[in-house]
């Protein structure tokens, strides 16, 4: 079993930088594939940015690619989520997920497909 807890949110203007962190719980963080979400008011939560165990394969949504970067740590069990460029419509709650993974290179992109979540942190962009 594995806890997560994110930190890193804030409020940031359009157009800025924020880095999200999720520390891990755990001796066996390596073997853990995980991922990003967000869940902004009054909206369905949505997919954000994946990698695999090993770090060497990653997927992003397309609202997120080319301006968030996921990155992972397995020697300090975490994982990061660098997004640049912010917009409005980046607000949201973000979670991270994790999901104990046979395969090195397999990532997930589902909900349902993750078995372990973090509480949130908030991120709110101004215009």
């Known amino acids: 079993q594995v806890q997560l807890v994110e930190s890193g949110g804030g409020l940031v203007q359009a157009g800025g930088s924020l880095r999200l962190s999720c520390a891990a719980s755990?001796?066996?963080?390596?073997?853990?594939?995980m991922g990003w979400f967000r869940q902004a008011p009054g909206k369905e939560r949505e997919f954000v940015a994946a990698?695999?165990?090993?770090?060497?394969?990653?997927l992003y949504a397309d609202s997120s690619k080319g301006r968030f970067t996921i990155s992972r740590d397995n020697a300090k069990n975490t994982v990061y989520l660098q997004m640049d460029s912010l917009k409005p419509e980046d607000t949201a709650v973000y979670y991270c997920?994790?999901?104990?993974?046979?395969?090195?290179?397999?990532?997930?992109?589902?909900?349902?497909?993750?078995?372990?979540w973090g509480q949130g942190t908030q991120v709110t962009v101004s215009s």
């Open positions: 990698i695999s165990r090993s770090g060497g394969n990653t």
């Open positions: 755990g001796r066996t963080f390596s073997t853990y594939a």
């Open positions: 997920a994790a999901v104990e993974s046979t395969y090195a290179i397999v990532v997930y992109i589902t909900g349902r497909d993750y078995h372990y």
